[in-house]
């Protein structure tokens, strides 16, 4: 059985976008073909990779894409995982699905509170609804 290629896309592919691509390399990878890319780059996001870790997924070794380096690549779906990579995701070429299941953004969240535990615990919080959402991958694309 062929693999569904799926590119998950976010505004800096720091965080969100690398947690569900992280997520479905571990859990779905006999079903799934996963990539992730931003509108833009930012960087990995320390964070995120520090929560994935602890969930026993290592994304340390991710980079930060641009959704550019995708457009020719023959994907089923694009994911988008926040707002405003929905709003401004491009046009591909051929077959590949859009479409937008956002979650909550760890790193403005973050802001807002002080301990470095509370910050985590709004990365878990993110990365386990994202986690719940891969884990329903592909059903969820097909229903």
């Known amino acids: 059985m062929r693999k569904i290629k799926i590119l998950f896309l976010c505004t800096g592919n720091s965080c969100r976008s690398q947690i ?3 997520w479905a390399k571990h859990l779905k990878d006999d079903q799934i073909e996963a990539y992730s890319a931003g509108i833009e780059t930012h ?3 320390p964070n995120a990779v520090k929560v994935m870790a602890e969930a026993g997924v290592d994304i340390s070794n991710h980079k930060s894409e641009n959704v550019q380096d995708y457009l020719n690549l023959d994907l089923d779906y694009v994911i988008t995982v926040c707002g405003h990579a929905h709003e401004t995701c491009p046009i591909f070429p051929g077959k590949a699905k859009v479409i937008h299941r956002g979650f909550d953004d760890p790193p403005f969240l973050a ?10 615990n709004i990365y878990r919080r993110v990365r386990d609804e994202i986690r719940d959402f891969v884990m329903s991958l592909p ?3 097909l229903s």
Do not use: I
């Open 111 to 120: 802001k807002s509170v002080d301990s470095e535990e509370e910050k985590l």
């Open 20 to 22: 569900a691509e992280g």
């Open 139 to 141: 059903e969820y694309l």
């Open 43 to 45: 960087g990995l996001n």
